[in-house]
Structures are given as C-alpha cells and as structure tokens.
C-alpha cells in the first residue's frame, strides 16, 4: 500500500495525490493527532499497535518502525513537498517553547539581549571576512535567534504587542513597496530601482530633518559616513564641513579616537539641523547645494 507522511509543522494540510487513499482502510501512528484524524473525517480510526500493510499508513513521523519497513518493502511514501523557509516554522515553535519554560529566557528583555545581538552582529561580519560558508551559515543563525528572541519577547508586552508575523509583514511590505518596478517586471535597471527605493523611502518617512532616522548609537565611524551619505545625497556643500570630522588620528595613550569622532560627528548634526530649522523659517528648500548655502550664511 502506500505511506502517507504528514508535515509536523503542518499536520493537517493533505497531499493532493492522498485524499483518495484516506477513504479506503487507514492506519495511523501515535503522533497524529485526534484532532487531526477528526478535521480529516477519519473518526474510525485509531492508533495501531501493529501495522496492516493491506491498509494506507498515515503519519508524521519518517523514523516510525512502521514506515521503515514499508519502505524497505518498496511501497511509495507521498509527502508534501517542502518550501523554502519551512525550518523557520520550527525555529519559531522553538523560540516560543523557550521564552514560554526557559529559565533564562523567560526572564529576559529587549535591553538585557542588547549586548548579544551587538556581539552576533560582530561575529557575522568577520564571519563574512573569513569567507568560510560553514562559520557564514552558524552566524547568520545566531543572528536569526536574535530576530526571533525579540520578537517573541514583544509578542508578551501587555501594552503594544506585536509577533514575528508581524516582523515578517513589516519586510515584505517594505521592500514590495519600494521595488515596484522590479517586482512587476517593468525594469530590471539598477539606477532606476535606486531611484524608486529612495523615492518611495522617502515618502514613507516624511522626514522633517535629513538626519532622521540616523542611528547615533552606531560606531562612530558608521556613525560618520552614514551623516556623511545622507549629507551627499541632500546636496549639502561637504567641503564645508570641518576636516577634522573627515579625519581620524591615533595616538597611542591619547583621547578616546571614538569618543573624538562621535563628539565631531554629532556637532556636525547639530549644525546641519540649526540650517534646517532656519530654512524652514525662510521658506527655504534646501534641495541644491546654494540653498544650503543661502540658509547657512542667514543668522
């Protein structure tokens, strides 16, 4: 006769080429369950205590003793067939059983994970610079452990609760409303799905400053060429910005060089948001480098 192998994950969802055997004799192995048998209509049946290879077997278990034999006996197993991401759906059965009888995890928080997910985040990247697929693979997976630990902390806030369906939505929504054009098969041009990204980033956001959204927080480097970027591509005049934000000295017992460059970085912000707040009081849009200018030498 022929297995039938349901998805654990997803035990009621029947393979096509199935649904005729189950309306024949059907035996079924002690990990599915009733009310899995009842959805199906199989209310006569029950768990075998021995097999009947004249009857269909139905389970969700591929180690069974059961289906190991029929399978050494050449009879087909129809299983459904995997899609990509179906060990997310473990993953996440396994984050909520942790957050829910963990010792640990029970009793942690967004900022008590801050340090780990700073250090995941650090060892993926030299992960990435090694070039190893193997160490590349183990990161990217502590990193997902992150996603997934915040996640299902959020999912227990008594005030704005939210859960990794609701992370998952928020990426794709993002990301198929900025790429239109390649979604849909319009163009596959690279300046053109730029231009879309920052356009719809851009209305998305509806920033008041062209530093919005600027994660201070970063290193200070990041921190510099982020401001740096945004600065770019504002048409802010970069040669008027002091050198020595643009510069980095190292002096053996001297200041902190991070605490220096986060300390110029920051003032740079400042200043670029003072231009802001007096354009805005001009009626000045800063969209060209002489705008900026204009607003900058007012005061």
Do not use: C
């Not at 024949?24 to 990990?31: A, K, L, Q």
């Not at 997310?88 to 009793?107: C, F, H, K, Y």
């Not at 000295?249 to 902190?256: I, K, L, P, R």
Request: proline share 5%; charged share 25%; glycine share 8%.
């Amino acid at each position: 006769m022929t297995v039938i192998l349901l998805d654990p994950l997803r035990p009621d969802v029947i393979p096509a080429r199935a649904v005729a055997l189950l309306s024949g004799p059907v035996i079924v192995t002690e990990d599915v369950h009733p009310s899995t048998l009842w959805d199906l209509g199989l209310t006569s049946s029950a768990w075998a205590a021995t097999d009947d290879p004249t009857a269909t077997l139905l389970t969700g278990d591929p180690t069974h003793p059961f289906v190991g034999a029929r399978i050494a006996n050449g009879e087909q197993v129809i299983a459904g067939q995997s899609v990509p991401g179906d060990a997310l759906l473990q993953a996440v059965s396994l984050m909520d059983t942790l957050r829910r009888n963990g010792p640990w995890e029970s009793t942690q928080t967004h900022g008590s994970l801050r340090r780990y997910l700073l250090e995941e985040v650090y060892e993926l990247l030299d992960a990435i610079d090694a070039g190893d697929p193997a160490e590349l693979t183990e990161e990217l997976g502590d990193l997902l452990l992150q996603v997934l630990f915040h996640a299902r902390i959020a999912a227990d806030d008594e005030h704005a609760p939210f859960d990794i369906d609701d992370v998952a939505r928020s990426f794709t929504e993002k990301v198929m409303g900025r790429t239109p054009g390649v979604l849909s098969g319009a163009h596959s041009d690279l300046e053109t799905q730029i231009r879309e990204w920052e356009e719809r980033k851009a209305a998305e956001k509806n920033r008041g400053s062209v530093l919005d959204g600027v994660a201070t927080t970063a290193p200070a480097l990041a921190l510099t060429q982020k401001v740096l970027e945004r600065l770019t591509g504002a048409g802010y005049p970069t040669e008027t910005i002091d050198p020595e934000v643009l510069t980095v000295t190292v002096v053996a017992g001297g200041d902190s060089v991070e605490a220096q460059a986060r300390e110029r970085t920051l003032a740079l912000m400042d200043r670029v948001r003072e231009i802001e707040a007096r354009a805005a009081q001009l009626d000045i849009t800063l969209d060209t480098r002489d705008a900026w200018l204009r607003a900058a030498s007012i005061g």
